[in-house]
């Protein structure tokens, strides 16, 4: 028959095989994270028209102001962008850095 130490081994191997399948089942969490994802996405694109519009609101109203049409719309569009691009890699960066403290969580817990 089996000894003791080989059933204590099948059951230590039957809890490691109901963690692993447990993990690798999709739940809500992971909806949930396809969500957040979209919120992040629609979250950057925001931010670049918002600087976009920001930078031809300035740059229309100075050409305004002092008469040189093209020359400060096309400066300011041209820095919206620039400004809106640098705050969509500072929100890429944030998103990677917290999915990358999730998974070392993670991994951390399955220890």
């Known amino acids: 028959m089996s000894e003791p130490n080989d059933l204590e081994r099948l059951k230590a191997l039957d809890e490691r095989l109901a963690k692993l399948k447990k993990a690798n089942q999709p739940g809500p969490k992971v909806q949930q994270q396809g969500h957040e994802m979209a919120n992040v996405a629609w979250r950057m694109v925001t931010e ?63 220890d």
């Open 48 to 110: 670049l028209v918002a600087g976009l519009l920001i930078g031809f609101g300035i740059g229309y109203g100075l050409d305004v102001l002092f008469g040189t049409m093209p020359l400060f719309l096309v400066l300011f569009i041209l820095l919206g962008l620039a400004a809106g691009i640098r705050v969509m890699m500072r929100s890429a960066a944030e998103v990677q850095r917290q999915s990358q403290e999730a998974a070392t969580a993670a991994r951390n817990e399955g």
